[in-house]
């Protein structure tokens, strides 16, 4: 079974513009969280997506969004991009979504704001 | 969700056991206790999950005690393909508690040869 895919891998962005980041999940999971990473804030949870709603939020302004498409596919987008924003960007997928069955993580798309 | 805390950092020697004990004295009666590794520039990988009492898998074990205030992830006979962050963390099915994952600052372990 495929795992979970990240597009791109690696995205250089000046501050201002906005970026799109896609997350394929493993065959049959319905359910895509998002997470950032950076070296000073750790791993901090962005959203989930469970069969196209948006099921829980983090604390996150509004200029991070995402989407969740039929075939489980999901999208995240960021707005207004500013220099905070590099880091490391993971989504993660699995059937139920809830957070004590196994996650399984995609290798990350690296986002860097210059 | 019940808040974690571990050391920050751990060194070890190959082939040795390496045991990283977790604190979480505000664990939930439905809370289960999993652990995640994180290799450098990838996402976390499960290691293993658990209740209470032993579990053990090809990888690991974990031993929670009866009052399930902490949890001890043991490795045995590490390799210098084992240094990487682990992380602990627990988490319940309740309603509220979706796909969301609090992740704290993690155990930096490193293998020397």
């Known amino acids: 079974k495929a795992g979970v895919t990240q597009t791109p891998r690696y995205l250089i962005k000046t501050r201002g513009q906005q970026v799109t980041l896609s997350c394929s999940p493993i065959?049959?999971?319905?359910?895509v969280s998002w997470y950032q990473q950076t070296p000073g804030q750790g791993l901090q949870f962005l959203f989930e997506y469970f069969s196209e709603t948006q099921r829980n939020k983090g604390n996150f302004p509004g200029r991070f969004s995402g989407r969740q498409f039929s075939n489980s596919r999901s999208e995240m987008n960021v707005s207004t991009l500013e220099l905070g924003d590099s880091a490391l960007y993971l989504c993660a997928s699995s059937f139920e979504g809830l957070s004590y069955n196994e996650q399984f993580f995609g290798p990350g798309t690296r986002l860097t704001v210059l | 969700l019940a808040k974690t805390t571990q050391p920050i950092s751990m060194d070890s020697y190959e082939g040795q056991e390496v045991n990283i004990t977790c604190s979480h004295n505000?664990?939930?009666?439905?809370?289960?206790i999993t652990w995640y590794q994180q290799f450098p520039s990838q996402g976390p990988r499960f290691i293993i999950q658990g209740y209470k009492t032993k579990v053990t898998n090809e990888v690991a074990s974990l031993f929670i005690p009866a009052d399930r205030k902490s949890s001890t992830l043991s490795l045995p006979r590490v390799s210098l393909s084992d240094t990487a962050v682990y992380y602990c963390?627990?988490?319940?099915?309740?309603?509220?508690?979706?796909?969301?994952?609090?992740f704290g600052q993690g155990t930096t372990l490193q293998v020397k040869p």
């Open positions: 963390l627990v988490g319940s099915g309740g309603s509220s508690n979706t796909g969301k994952l609090i």
């Open positions: 065959s049959g999971h319905r359910s």
């Open positions: 505000n664990i939930a009666t439905n809370d289960y």
